[in-house]
């Protein structure tokens, strides 16, 4: 299965509701996608599409870093874990110097690809696992990665001691840090029962201290 081919036949471009400037390749209720489950896809040989979502956590630090362009501008920035792109080309549509869009599926690899030309952006893109190794990141992005205990946990471990600004937005998934982390924004995000268990989630976006 070429992963470019199956975005583009599968999913549509657009606008996460709380990032109208940025487009992306999504699942939306016309499209069949929307109704696969995991084991269909499996037998096609295609991963659970996280890309195929702009997943809360991920749609308010988009918002929050848009808003607040000092924070990556003129800046080298890492978006971890990075789905469908959204942080990343956040980050390089408010002014970063470089930035690297981070995540272990070809699918999302495929989808950052893709969405970066959609919104003539130039940002970088790797499938390798990253967490653990040598950072010299300026910022590293986090959106919504708490929600699986042992990547949690690998990823706390690792920005911890890291001198790079962590900035991370979440809605409340069971792993997310209940210390260590402050505040700096919350948003109503519009998400979709089919995805989480509710229309709308309060999400944070925290900085890590
Ligand atoms: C819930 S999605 C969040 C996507 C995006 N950040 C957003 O907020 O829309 C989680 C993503 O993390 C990726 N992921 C899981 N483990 C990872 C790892 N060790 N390194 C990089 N990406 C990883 C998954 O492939 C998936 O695309």
């Not at 920035?77 to 469908?84: A, K, P, Y």
């Not at 706390?156 to 069971?174: H, I, Y």
Request: proline share 6%.
């Amino acid at each position: 299965m070429n992963p470019e081919a199956f975005i583009r036949a599968n999913a549509a471009l657009l606008a996460p509701p709380l990032v109208p400037e940025i487009k992306l390749y999504l699942a939306t209720e016309v499209v069949p996608l929307w109704r696969a489950t995991e084991d269909e896809l499996a037998k096609i040989g295609v991963p659970p599409p996280y890309w195929a979502f702009a997943w809360a956590g991920g749609q308010a630090l988009a918002r929050y870093i848009l808003d607040n362009p000092a924070l990556v501008s003129n800046k080298m920035v890492l978006d971890i874990g990075s789905g469908s792109g959204l942080v990343a080309l956040a980050a390089a549509k408010a002014g970063a110097t470089q930035v690297l869009a981070a995540d272990i599926d070809a699918f999302s690899c495929a989808a950052i690809g893709l969405n970066a030309a959609a919104n003539q952006l130039d940002i970088a893109v790797t499938q390798e696992d990253i967490i653990g190794q040598h950072s010299a990141w300026d910022v590293i992005l986090v959106g919504d990665l708490f929600y699986e205990r042992p990547l949690a946990e690998r990823l706390l471990a690792w920005l911890a001691p890291l001198k790079a600004t962590a900035l991370l937005g979440d809605p409340g998934r069971s792993y997310f840090p209940k210390h260590g982390v402050e505040k700096l924004a919350i948003y109503t995000v519009q998400t979709t029962r089919d995805l989480e268990d509710r229309e709308i989630r309060e999400t944070g976006v925290y900085r890590l201290v």
